[in-house]
Nanobody, 126 residues
Framework: VQLQASGGGLVQAGGSLRLSCAASGRTFSNNAVGWFRQAPGKEREFVAAIRWSGGTTLYADSMRGRFTISRDSAKNTVYLQMNSLKPEDTAVYYC????????????????????WGQGTLVTVSS
């Protein structure tokens, strides 16, 4: 599976961005897609995840209500709509694909994911 993340950029605080993660290759092995982010000097952290079948979603507490993850099965693409952005949301955002049918709670861990995209930079100015 190859993942291509896009949609990052520079936005002012309070603004919005929509990230896209396009999957290609052996996409039938995709069980869930997650978004993670990594700010400079910090560890990678979970943002949101969605199961490919059924569309169950999962969010980190600090993103719930501001971020929305969705998928377009026909396009093999997952989106992350980010609203009310804050300077602390500045990070490189990565999408990843989990091939195994993990229990939902495991999808917050980067170790559950087999394939990773290259990341897209989101910068939120104050």
């Amino acid at each position: 599976v190859q993942l291509q993340a896009s949609g990052g950029g520079l936005v002012q605080a309070g603004g919005s961005l929509r990230l896209s993660c396009a999957a290609s290759g052996r996409t039938f092995s995709n069980n869930a897609v997650g978004w993670f982010r990594q700010a400079p000097g910090k560890e990678r952290e979970f943002v949101a995840a969605i199961r490919w079948s059924g569309g169950t979603t999962l969010y980190a507490d600090s993103m719930r209500g501001r971020f929305t993850i969705s998928r377009d099965s026909a396009k093999n693409t997952v989106y992350l709509q980010m609203n009310s952005l804050k300077p602390e949301d500045t990070a490189v955002y990565y999408c990843a694909c989990a091939a195994r049918n993990w229990i939902t709670g495991m999808l917050t861990s980067s170790s559950a994911y087999n394939y990773w995209g290259q990341g897209t930079l989101v910068t939120v100015s104050s």
